[in-house]
């Protein structure tokens, strides 16, 4: 491993054919969404075994959704930073296949990239848990909650809570890109979170060139990258996005 600047991360990105991101938690800092598990996150507040897993969501919906509820409230507020818009211009200008993203957030979207797959699903959908119904947010009653559907049936947003699995199109997709890649950026994750965490392993094995950006060292950087880019995201993409010039 490495060391690079965000010019040299540029040219690995220009020689690149098939670019794919994976992000996580440390993109979105920036937008003012804490990591579930680092300082102020709600993992601090709130123990994940007793509001995060499916079982406690359907034995006690009440307790459950104040920690919903705020999670609603801080995602609602956030906005995309300059990391996500960086991201978007790389796949605007044929530099990028597409993103894996770990986060719910929506931020991606937002900031206008188009191939996104969302690993744990998105916090602003909502989905039924009988029926498989979706509901808009502006269609829900935050001051009533829990949320039920009219079928009855408990409605929760689309995340992929802990005891669900990973929907079969989503690892599919997910998989595809992380084989078919020749670069994979990895951006604001430590890698510690499984299945996500097989993905980088996934891209190395098929050939891919591993780049990672994040703040610190991580499990990933002793095992796996090649590269290593050093820094907030949401300075250093748009950093690259200079070193690859105007288009």
């Given amino acids: 491993m490495k060391e690079i600047t965000p010019q040299q991360l540029a040219e690995l990105i220009r020689q690149s054919r098939r670019a794919v991101a994976l992000t996580g938690a440390g993109i979105s800092v920036e937008s003012g969404i804490p990591s579930f598990r680092g300082a102020g996150g709600l993992w601090q507040r709130y123990n994940p075994m007793e509001y995060a897993t499916i079982q406690a969501l359907r034995q006690n919906p009440v307790k459950v959704w104040t920690m919903l509820k705020e ?22 200008r044929g530099h990028l296949m597409g993103i894996i993203t770990q986060n719910v957030d929506n931020l991606h979207q937002a900031a206008g990239s188009c191939k996104v797959v969302e690993y744990h699903g998105n916090a602003r959908r909502f989905v039924c848990l009988a029926c498989q119904g979706q509901h808009p947010r502006e269609s829900l009653d935050f001051n009533k909650t829990p949320l039920y559907c009219p079928c009855g049936g408990l409605i929760k947003p689309d995340v992929v809570f802990f005891g669900e699995p990973i ?29 996500a965490n097989y993905l980088p392993y996934t891209a190395k094995e098929w050939g891919a060139i591993i780049v990672e950006n994040n703040l610190e060292p991580t499990v990933l950087t002793r095992t796996l990258t090649h590269h290593f880019l050093p820094g907030p995201a949401g300075q250093m993409l748009p950093k690259v996005i200079e070193g690859l010039g105007k288009v």
Wanted: aromatic content about 2%.
């Fill in 167 to 195: 929907p079969p199109q989503t690892q599919e997709e997910a998989q595809e890109l992380a084989q078919s890649c020749d670069l994979l950026l990895i951006i604001g994750t430590s890698g510690e979170v499984s299945p």
């Fill in 71 to 92: 999670l609603d409230e801080t995602i609602t507020r956030a906005r995309p930073n300059p990391a996500h818009y960086a991201l978007a211009e790389l796949e605007a």
